[in-house]
T-cell receptor, first 115, second 113 residues
Framework: AQSVTQLGSHVSVSEGALVLLRCNYSSSVPPYLFWYVQYPNQGLQLLLKYTTGATLVKGINGFEAEFKKSETSFHLTKPSAHMSDAAEYFCAVSVIIQGAQKLVFGQGTRLTINP | KAGVTQTPRYLIKTRGQQVTLSCSPISGHRSVSWYQQTPGQGLQFLFEYFSETQRNKGNFPGRFSGRQFSNSRSEMNVSTLELGDSALYLC????????????FGDGTRLSIL
């Protein structure tokens, strides 16, 4: 069964520092992977997606993620953190059953930015 | 283009009552999914609808049900509410399901007293 593990429930970085949020997946088929961000009192906003093709995926707000099949990883990075990046981030793998998609999410990583 | 709209944003109910939550998908999107978010269990899939048909259901009791209308709007219903049903309920839509990205609403926060 497909699953997602996010290493680190809390990550804290200084403003301007590199952001690295880790995600490992388990999938018996080629995975479709997503990163979402959730700000307080809001729903989930799609940051980026990996379907097929290029393994380095660029998303919104300067984020990018690299799909590494050999490591079953899809880590999210941003070169320079901004205060507005403080939020909770979720990695998800898509599971298709009878044509219907469901997303299986990791437990989330709360990102704190220190001034 | 308007996003996914969920109403109401907040609800307070007592144990034993029932509740109906509403979701209007992005225009043109035919697939609507529901998720429950709690601090303990995280984000869990409830069910998915496409063209008024439930195609997939998560591991939730029968008290949780849903439906989709011909205009793709969806409702979910929870009967005989329990304290553990307190959660943020999120609706997501996509153009046709499959591996298309899902776009989420801001959710309905349900509190059970």
């Amino acid at each position: 069964a497909q699953s997602v593990t996010q290493l680190g429930s809390h990550v804290s970085v200084s403003e301007g520092a590199l952001v690295l949020l880790r995600c490992n997946y388990s999938s018996s088929v080629p995975p479709y992977l997503f990163w979402y961000v959730q700000y307080p009192n809001q729903g989930l906003q799609l940051l980026l997606k990996y379907t097929t093709g290029a393994t380095l995926v660029k998303g919104i707000n300067g984020f990018e993620a690299e799909f590494k099949k050999s490591e079953t990883s899809f880590h999210l990075t941003k070169p320079s953190a901004h205060m507005s990046d403080a939020a909770e981030y979720f990695c998800a793998v898509s599971v298709i059953i009878q044509g219907a998609q469901k997303l299986v999410f990791g437990q989330g990583t709360r990102l704190t930015i220190n001034p | 283009k308007a996003g996914v709209t969920q109403t109401p944003r907040y609800l307070i109910k007592t144990r034993g009552q029932q509740v109906t939550l509403s979701c209007s998908p992005i225009s043109g999107h035919r697939s609507v999914s529901w998720y429950q978010q709690t601090p303990g269990q995280g984000l869990q899939f409830l069910f998915e609808y496409f063209s008024e048909t439930q195609r997939n259901k998560g591991n939730f009791p029968g008290r949780f049900s849903g439906r989709q209308f011909s205009n793709s709007r969806s409702e979910m219903n929870v009967s005989t509410l329990e304290l553990g049903d307190s959660a943020l309920y999120l609706c997501a839509s996509s153009s046709r399901g499959g591996n298309q990205p899902q776009h989420f609403g801001d959710g309905t926060r349900l509190s059970i007293l």
